[in-house]
């Protein structure tokens, strides 16, 4: 429930405090949400009841409602579906925001506390059963610290508790027709040589799936380059952490990521082809609405949240006043001989003065 409140909420956010009234049109998986979003809505804000409204439907009503008309829309689903929605409002040049799968790898070096990174990763991979764009799902730790670590999110991963009781940590796969894609991910990187230390093809029930630690995983494997959309973790060894850069810069997603580093945290993020990265913990960006979320590459374009969220939902519009008398007139055909190039001279030489006067010294 907080997800499928969170993901709808940072953007109509956004859209309403941006001057716009905006229609939310939820998943057919989970309708309630968007009724309950626009109820609470029309309790709080009673005198402006319809500037948000909810649209239930299956695929076609999304269509029907961008074949409408909108000024701006922000879609969040697969990549597939995504760039069918992109196509269609490219036929109107409906501007469009796009936040689509991830493949969220993370990155443990040489110098990660590896007790901390541990507790994180497991939680950042298994949290919500694996279902979120930007749950940690590939591992690439650094081969000095990669066995120790192994050993510990083994240890974490084999005490989470699933079911639906209220000790439950994770509960069932809220989408059927994703467990067998996970039992698909899972035999595949088995198939190519990985051992699981945690669970299996075993753990996926027909609702329920167990964690699964998936160890000495091909890179190029489906646990490692398509979203799997579970509660597993596929751990892949790397010499070092420029070859883990290499690995998620070389896939096809972009959206979030974290890094576990005592001293060259940043210095690795920086160096990173995602959208966000999170540095010795796990998804805080999406939490923290002063942070821009989005992705790039097959993960989308655009943001959500922080000023860059706020101005996807505004338009620039610039404009000049003339406020007084001009020794002459600048954009007219009357304006004496030499008097465009006089003026861009006179700019010119402000310009030159201003950056004499930022560089004089000042003691």
Not at 11 to 32: D, R
């Amino acid at each position: 429930m907080e997800l499928s409140l969170l993901a709808p909420g940072a953007i109509l956010i956004e859209a309403i405090a941006a001057g716009n009234a905006a229609i939310l049109k939820p998943s057919q998986i989970t309708p309630g949400v968007g009724e309950w979003i626009v109820r609470t809505w029309q309790r709080a804000v009673p005198d402006f009841p319809n500037v948000l409204q909810c649209l239930n439907g299956f695929g076609a009503t999304g269509g029907a409602l961008i074949e409408a008309g909108l000024n701006k829309l922000a879609f969040t689903g697969s990549v597939a579906t995504g760039k069918t929605v992109a196509a269609q409002c490219a036929q109107t040049l409906t501007p469009v925001l796009l936040e689509l799968g991830g493949k969220d790898g993370v990155i443990v070096a040489e110098d990660a506390d590896l007790d901390e990174a541990a507790r994180h990763v497991v939680w950042g991979a298994m949290q919500n059963t694996g279902h979120g764009c930007i749950s940690l799902e590939v591992a690439y730790v650094a081969e000095s610290v990669h066995d120790e670590f192994v050993e510990k999110i083994s240890d974490l991963a084999k005490q989470v508790r699933v079911g639906s009781d209220e000790d439950a940590e994770i509960g069932p796969v809220p989408l059927p027709t994703q467990i067998p894609i996970i039992r698909e991910h899972i035999q595949d990187a088995l198939d190519r040589g990985a051992t699981a230390t945690v669970g299996g093809v075993e753990a996926v029930g027909e609702r329920y799936v167990a964690p699964t630690i998936l160890v000495g995983v091909s890179p190029d494997s489906l646990a490692v380059t398509e979203e799997t959309f579970g509660p597993t973790l596929a751990v892949v060894k790397v010499a070092d952490t420029e070859e883990a850069i290499a690995h998620i810069n070389g896939g096809r997603y972009g959206l979030g990521s974290a890094v576990f580093s005592r001293d060259r945290g940043e210095a690795i993020a920086r160096q990173l082809h995602v959208g966000m990265t999170s540095i010795n913990d796990a998804l805080v960006f999406s939490i923290n609405p002063a942070v821009p979320f989005g992705g790039r590459g097959d993960s989308g374009y655009g943001r959500k949240q922080g000023e860059e969220g706020l101005r996807e939902f505004a338009y620039p519009h610039s404009f000049t006043a003339k406020t007084g008398p001009a020794q002459f007139s600048a954009t007219t055909f009357g304006r004496p001989a030499g008097a465009m190039a006089g003026a861009l001279a006179g700019v010119r030489n402000r310009i030159l003065a201003e950056d004499g006067e930022k560089a004089a010294p000042t003691g």
